[in-house]
């Protein structure tokens, strides 16, 4: 699987497709609106881009995982949320506007933060003979996630209608490329899956549910509404495997570390809905009791 032209070729193809798309969901504003609502997204991506990688470095070191799956968990906790993110954000009331602008935000730092988080995690967990992002894979990096965001930003700005019009298209391809692709690796290692699964099955659903509980509690300790609360748990909570799974399969070439993302990938469409409703549930007794006060 691993040297396949579907893989060394289609799958960065697919991702840069995916990322064209995400750009053409973007516009100049998304980026203006966080003059507007600074705490809520400084304190994001504060978690996003610090805090999750250290969960993530806690995580595999407690439970002493491979070395490659080490590298794969720090990959997955480096990328950016997905835009599935945008959709559960949506189905439990949160702030979807604030969503949009951190997947905008994410998008561009995650072509600079990936390379250096999972290059620290290569060096240190000692990967350095089977991996390695050197410049030319960083150029890579940016090249099939920073450079199609740019190109729809700028479709967008040009031709709107065309640009509404593939939105949908393109969410339904990023749903079938991710399946694709997560059966694929898990596939691919289907001899080892079951010790794989019970190696990273239980790092990888804590992730996430820390993820999704660091991201609301924040917000609340910043004292942003609930609706952005939920918003950016959801955001932090739900990375964009898809990116994951391509550096690790295309880029780094190695199918090992492509399994937590790939189950992590499975876990968040569980976790991440029922954490939603918990929390969505909570805020409707809230307002309920708020009205009945007011009585």
């Not at 906790?77 to 954000?89: H, I, V, W």
Request: charged share 10%.
């Amino acid at each position: 699987m691993q040297d396949s032209a579907l893989i060394a070729v289609g799958l960065p193809i697919a991702l840069a497709i995916i990322m064209f798309g995400l750009g053409l969901s973007l516009t100049v504003g998304d980026f203006a609106r966080v003059a507007r609502s600074p705490k809520a997204v400084v304190g994001a991506l504060i978690v996003q881009i610090v805090v999750l990688p250290a969960v993530a470095f806690g995580l595999v070191l407690a439970f002493d995982l491979p070395p490659l799956l080490a590298v794969g968990v720090m990959l997955l906790a480096a990328s950016p949320g997905g835009t599935t993110a945008n959709l559960f954000s949506h189905l439990f009331r949160g702030d979807v506007a604030l969503n949009i602008s951190l997947t905008a935000i994410n998008s561009v730092l995650a072509a600079f933060t990936i390379p250096l988080i999972t290059n620290l995690a290569i060096g240190y967990f000692d990967a350095d003979g089977a991996l390695g992002l050197q410049f030319g894979k960083v150029a890579q990096v940016i090249a099939i996630v920073l450079v199609p965001v740019v190109v729809g930003m700028i479709v967008r700005s040009r031709w709107v209608d065309f640009a509404k019009a593939a939105d949908k298209p393109v969410r339904i391809f990023s749903i079938i490329v991710l399946v694709a692709v997560t059966i694929g690796a898990i596939v691919g290692e289907r001899d080892n899956i079951v010790d794989y699964i019970r190696q990273v099955g239980v790092v990888t659903a804590l992730f996430c549910l820390i993820s999704l509980s660091f991201g609301y509690g924040v917000a609340l300790l910043l004292k942003l509404t609930r609706a952005q609360a939920t918003a950016i748990s959801m955001e932090i909570g739900i990375h964009n495997t898809t990116i994951a799974l391509t550096i690790a399969l295309s880029v780094l070439d190695n199918l090992m570390v492509a399994i937590p993302a790939a189950v992590y990938s499975i876990l968040m469409y569980i976790i991440a809905p029922i954490f939603g409703w918990a929390v969505s549930r909570r805020r409707m007794a809230r307002e309920a009791e708020s009205v009945d006060l007011s009585r």
